[in-house]
């Protein structure tokens, strides 16, 4: 089984800053790592697919990039919805597994 | 605007078996996967197992001695059973839809609400 850690498991930073989160895997996943981002009591919303494929309707400011066992999730300026956790998922190999998740809060 | 409905028991007692079920409304049923995710209270999501429309099935090797997933196509929804469950098992679980060939096919871009299972005696 693939283990995904994220790092840090929680971010403190302001509206307008720019937040970068890391997901680092046991072994290599090519390029097949997506990014969630979860608010509080909801589902998780599927960002990026892929490393670095938006998915449909997420805005510009969400990126992601990587390759192999290191991967980065990138939003360029915080907007005050984007306080919430963050779960990384491989798709290289199955059981599907995601990261533990980095808690992005207001600071 | 497809939508993901759940229902199921939420409170059980150890031993006895998960059922939920999941309904899919506005949207087709064929040509995507299906799965099942976990997430015990103030934790991580778990993947539980997937299932498609021909009836190709994978399943948490964690699970999959206990779990069964099944899809009924004439009422589009699809069916998770746990048997045997412990404290272990409470979490909120979800379904999701993959999305499309091509493109976010293993990766799930329509979620259900959730349905909170509580195991407790």
């Known amino acids: 089984e693939i283990v995904l850690t994220q790092s840090p498991a929680t971010m403190s930073l302001s509206p307008g800053e720019r937040a970068t989160l890391s997901c680092r895997a046991s072994?290599?996943?090519?390029?097949?790592l997506g990014w969630y981002q979860q608010p509080p009591g909801q589902a998780p919303r599927l960002l990026i697919y892929d490393a670095s494929n938006r998915a449909t309707g997420i805005p510009a400011r969400f990126s992601g990039s990587g390759s192999g066992t290191d991967f980065t999730l990138t939003i360029s300026s915080l907007e005050p919805e984007d306080f919430a956790v963050y779960y990384c998922q491989q798709r290289s190999s199955w059981p599907r597994t995601f990261g533990q998740g980095t808690k992005l809060e207001i600071k | 605007q497809v939508q993901l409905q759940q229902w199921g028991a939420g409170l059980l007692k150890p031993s006895e078996t998960l059922s939920l079920t999941c309904a899919v409304y506005?949207?087709?049923?064929?040509?995507?996967?299906w799965s099942w995710i976990r997430q015990p209270p103030g934790k991580g999501l778990e993947w539980i197992g997937e299932?498609?429309?021909?009836?190709?099935?994978n399943y948490n090797a964690s699970l999959k001695s206990r779990t069964i997933i099944s899809l009924d196509t004439s009422k589009n929804q699809l069916s998770l059973n746990l048997d045997s469950v412990t404290a272990a098992d409470t979490a909120v679980y979800y379904c999701?839809?993959?999305?499309?060939?091509?493109?976010?096919?293993?990766?799930?871009?329509?979620w259900g609400r959730g349905t909170l299972v509580t195991v407790s005696s």
């Open positions: 299932i498609n429309h021909s009836g190709t099935i």
């Open positions: 506005g949207g087709s049923f064929s040509g995507y996967y």
């Open positions: 072994q290599s996943v090519s390029s097949y």
């Open positions: 999701a839809r993959h999305g499309v060939r091509g493109f976010s096919y293993w990766y799930f871009d329509l």
